[in-house]
């Protein structure tokens, strides 16, 4: 049975069908033109509640694309502020035939070593008929030290094809039988695809298959996102830039509007919708 992502609690667009171009090297995201993307709670599958702020910022710093980022706070252990989009053309990809990706993260306040996650929803064997929820492969930066340690205060760029992953069903009967992969016991790529060779994302219709997630037992966070950048072998990789765009209506003016919006009456309509 397929999970379903309540696209109306969440607000996505109803057209699932990405926009998106391989051949398009940098997609901005703001909340004039939002693309493919939404920010929800991961928990609850709905808008991010009390306690958590989700939305597009203004840097903090100079983030590494554009000027703005995408900010993720919580206070609770039951908050999980969340960013995803269901991207078509990375549904039912290989893990193996993924040859870029990396992200950037920020952190202002954590606990310990949090940083903002790397998560897909997951298949065992992208090649078979079988669609059925297994779970996700999740990226954590503090999992692979030679990375380099997670750090306040400075943007840090983390090249996930040569970190450590887990598999948040391994063990289960239904989904990962095996224990390898596990949260306590995180592989490397070629580890991944040795033991699953057909190992990718999950061809699902209504859930996101890229999420960008903090939270999940973290008592308190908060921190940055931006410069997602997924490549396939043979094709051109796609950056998404975060980006907060212009403050007020009057920023929309003189080329204002250029990189945030579709166009500048796009602008100006956010904000006279905004208006009391």
């Not at 919580?74 to 989009?85: H, M, T």
């Not at 919006?261 to 100006?268: L, S």
């Amino acid at each position: 049975m397929r999970k379903h992502f309540l696209t109306a609690a969440v607000g996505l667009c109803a057209a699932l069908g990405s926009a998106q171009s391989l051949a398009q090297t940098t997609v901005t995201v703001s909340p004039f033109d939002m693309k493919d993307w939404t920010f929800f709670d991961d928990g609850t599958i709905r808008p991010c509640s009390a306690g958590e702020f989700c939305g597009m910022v203004d840097g903090p710093d100079a983030p590494p694309a554009g000027d703005g980022s995408a900010n993720l706070e919580l206070v609770g252990l039951d908050k999980r502020p969340s960013l995803g989009a269901r991207l078509d053309w990375l549904a039912g990809v290989r893990l193996a035939d993924i040859d870029v990706l990396r992200y950037s993260t920020y952190v202002k306040v954590n606990q310990n070593v949090q940083a903002i996650a790397l998560q897909f929803p997951v298949d065992n064997d992208v090649m078979d008929q079988d669609f059925a929820f297994r779970g996700r492969l999740v990226f954590e930066p503090y999992f692979e030290p030679s990375l380099g340690p997670v750090q306040k205060l400075v943007w840090q760029t983390w090249d996930t094809l040569h970190g450590k992953w887990w598999l948040s069903s391994a063990g289960n009967p239904d989904r990962f039988p095996s224990t390898v992969c596990s949260q306590s016991a995180p592989c490397t790529v070629s580890e991944l695809v040795g033991h699953y060779p057909n190992i990718g994302v999950r061809d699902v219709l209504f859930d996101p298959n890229v999420i960008l997630k903090a939270g999940g037992g973290w008592a308190i966070f908060s921190g940055n996102v931006d410069a997602l950048t997924i490549g396939i072998t043979g094709s051109v990789p796609t950056t998404y830039n975060f980006e907060r765009g212009p403050k007020d209506k009057a920023a929309c003016f003189n080329g204002g509007w250029v990189g945030s919006a579709k166009n500048q009456g796009q602008c100006v309509s956010h904000f006279m919708k905004a208006s009391p």
